[in-house]
């Protein structure tokens, strides 16, 4: 510079002023780079104080409490501390990073299987991750939530399943169609539809269960339609005694007749057209009934002469008949209502049998006796009993059994009028048999057994007085006297009407060409009467005497 000035002649004070000027350039220059220096220290210091907060706030946001990686001296220049730290950050960096992730991960799961329980088909509100806390143990409570909600998920899927599979079943036994009733529910419900993709919200739970409800109640109503219409062509069935080849067309509606609801499970068994089936069927039946109500009653009213006559009632048959004719010809009564009052009557009548039947087993076991107590006096007049002829011995061992059962009637007869007298008190009615009172029968016939006994005494007496005449015939005189004969008494059992000397009014039902016997009528059914036995007529006491020995009773016959 001095040479430069010396060649261009600059004076002292231009050059002094030049070097001032240009030391305050090189100290402007220095002072520039004091500052940037300056600048850049703070900078590196406020780097290195933002990495230890950043590292303290990754660690807080992570959980971290401590990390291995962390330089523990300080010292050093700024660079080496901050190229300490960088490699922590880094790995905090990412850690933080993965965390989010998982955060991300399992919230958006929670997020999605929430909307699927609540209904919502899309996610309305973005997902954002609280980076404030990242810790494992935030991690940890999500997925704890997010088990439970899969839990719940699967619950309700299970639920789902099972009631989906309950409407399958019902509509197949209802024969309605599944997939629109499903749908209706819920388009994911359809079985083409993968079964993570099933609605399991609320409202689809409670809409199938509502559904299932409402088939329930279709199929119990049907049931019992169907049960109502199958005891009614049974019934029917019976009342026109339609052949088994009909009957069996219709087994598939009878088959459910007492069944339960939940037994009821063959697909169609309650579709509505089977139903209508058995409804045109009854119609057709009903109207099939209406044009046979004359046979149809007359069975009826057969069946309940029937009962009567085996209970021993007498009902006046040709006037209940003309009375039926004359109601079906009138046309003013319903059939339906007709046949209900006859089953009434059978049902009465029934009843009335029922509680006549101890006595009715008792009459026959008193009239049993008296069919021995008859063969009894038949064999005892036999003078040929005890020869030695084929079946002697089978005929005495038939005479005492009978000599027992004979011997046991007064105690029957007893009973018999006990039971009857109470039977009377009881229902304030006479008891009959086939018309007749039962007591003056029973009275009749131990008054004639009375006189029967008292008849054998006499006659006992009589013989021995012959025998004791014949062996001392000085007592009583050389010649001795004639043995008056019998008068022409009739001794009987009960008769056909009453006692010997009562009125008509005591008319018993008893047949004259009977032994106490029971006789079969034109039907075939034993026809249970009491009978004048044909072995007592009138005889003369000697007859009397030589058909009685000292140790045989002379048996009676009703």
Not at 61 to 73: M, Q, R, S
Not at 122 to 129: A, H, K, R
Not at 203 to 217: C, Q, W
Not at 346 to 366: C, G, P, Q, T
Request: glycine residues 4%; charged residues 30%; contains cysteine.
């Amino acid at each position: 510079m001095q040479q430069i000035w010396d060649e261009v002649g600059e004076t002292d004070d231009e050059r002094d002023k030049m070097l001032l000027q240009i030391d305050q350039e090189c100290l402007d220059v220095y002072k520039r780079k004091v500052d940037h220096a300056v600048k850049s220290r703070a900078h590196l210091l406020q780097a290195l104080a933002d990495a230890k907060v950043e590292l303290s706030r990754l660690l807080s946001a992570l959980g971290e409490k401590t990390y291995v990686g962390i330089p523990e001296k300080t010292s050093g220049t700024i660079k080496e501390q901050l190229a300490a730290i960088a490699p922590t950050l880094e790995k905090l960096w990412k850690q933080k990073d993965d965390r989010i992730k998982d955060f991300f991960d399992v919230q958006s799961q929670i997020q999605k299987i929430s909307s699927e329980i609540a209904g919502d088909s899309e996610q309305v509100e973005s997902l954002t991750v609280d980076e404030s806390d990242l810790s494992v143990k935030k991690l940890d409570e999500f997925h704890v939530q997010l088990q439970e909600l899969q839990k719940e998920k699967s619950d309700r899927l299970h639920k789902v399943l099972d009631l989906v599979s309950t409407v399958h079943d019902l509509c197949a036994v209802l024969g309605m169609d599944f997939f629109s009733t499903v749908t209706e529910v819920h388009p994911s419900l359809d079985d083409s539809t993968g079964v993570q993709s099933k609605s399991i919200s609320n409202d689809t739970l409670s809409n199938l269960a509502n559904t299932v409800l409402v088939l329930k109640e279709d199929k119990k109503q049907r049931l019992l339609k169907l049960q109502e219409l199958a005891t009614q062509l049974i019934d029917l069935w019976n009342l026109m005694d339609t052949p088994e080849e009909e009957r069996s067309l219709f087994d598939h509606v009878t088959c459910n007749i007492s069944a339960s609801v939940d037994e009821v499970a063959i697909p169609g068994a309650l579709a509505l057209d089977l139903i209508e089936q058995a409804e045109v069927e009854v119609e057709r039946l009903d109207q099939l009934k209406a044009s046979k109500m004359k046979e149809i009653s007359f069975k009826r009213q057969a069946e309940l002469e029937d009962i009567y006559a085996r209970a021993h009632v007498e009902i006046d048959t040709e006037a209940a008949r003309e009375k039926i004719m004359g109601l079906i010809d009138s046309g003013n009564v319903d059939p339906a209502e007709l046949l209900a009052d006859m089953d009434n009557q059978i049902v009465n009548a029934k009843e009335e049998a029922h509680s006549r039947k101890e006595i009715l087993e008792k009459v026959e076991k008193w009239m049993a006796a008296c069919e021995e107590e008859s063969w009894l006096e038949d064999y005892n007049r036999d003078d040929n009993r005890y020869n030695a002829s084929r079946g002697a011995h089978l005929n005495l061992k038939r005479a005492e059994k009978a000599r027992i059962l004979v011997n046991k009637i007064p105690a029957l007869v007893d009973s018999l009028v006990a039971k009857t007298r109470a039977w009377e008190q009881e229902r304030d009615t006479t008891f009959t048999y086939d018309g007749v009172p039962l007591l003056a029968m029973l009275d009749e016939y131990m008054m004639l057994r009375h006189d029967r006994e008292e008849e054998k005494r006499r006659l006992r007496d009589q013989k021995k007085f012959h025998e004791q005449m014949s062996k001392d015939p000085e007592v009583f005189g050389s010649t001795p006297s004639p043995v008056r004969p019998l008068g022409p008494k009739k001794v009987t059992g009960p008769r056909a009407n009453g006692s010997a000397n009562g009125p008509a009014s005591r008319r018993l039902s008893l047949n004259s060409h009977q032994n106490g016997s029971r006789s079969t009528s034109k039907d075939g059914k034993r026809d249970v009467r009491l009978s004048a036995p044909v072995n007592y007529v009138a005889m003369t006491k000697d007859d009397a005497a030589s058909h009685i020995s000292g140790t045989e009773p002379i048996p009676s016959t009703p």
